[in-house]
């Protein structure tokens, strides 16, 4: 089946962390940038790039670099803990060099960057400088492990997507009670 990127993050840069599937259950977990052709559709879904150039190796390790960085400390944050002093460093770098390789525009004023790598580096800076990471969350299915910003009013919102692990948690949720029902 072809590699449908999903974008729910709403971040670019939650959306990068999320092209790793159920994370947290190893009999699933599928990284899609293994597939060269799946970083070309992901970097199209994102808008990070508009052409269809091919992906180098080069450009998918890059991209796995970051995402790890990203991960490293968003995965610990979006669950209140705090994340490992190397993991901050390595983002400090990460980030020092997002700065270096922007360049500045005028009118609008802002920071731009070229290169696909560099742009997902940019990514990952906004979403620290410029969102609340109080609404960082990591999806309520034990295996899932996707992150995303919960921007819901009430900050209400617990799954990745409402229609898959959402659904799948109901599903459960029915058949307990079901059964709990028939042994009673
Ligand atoms: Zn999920």
Redesign the pocket.
Known sequence: MTYQPELIGGHLALDLVNTVAWRHDPTRTIDRFADLSNVERWLLAAGVRTDQAAVTPRLRDDLVAVRRIAYEVLAGLAVGDQPAPAAIDALHDLISGAVRSASVELNPFGWRAEDPEDTVRLAVWRLFEDEDLGRLRR???DG???LFLDRSKNGSRR???SA??GNRARARRHYARARDGSTA
């Open positions: 999806c309520g299915d899932c492990g996707w799954w990745c997507s898959d692990c």
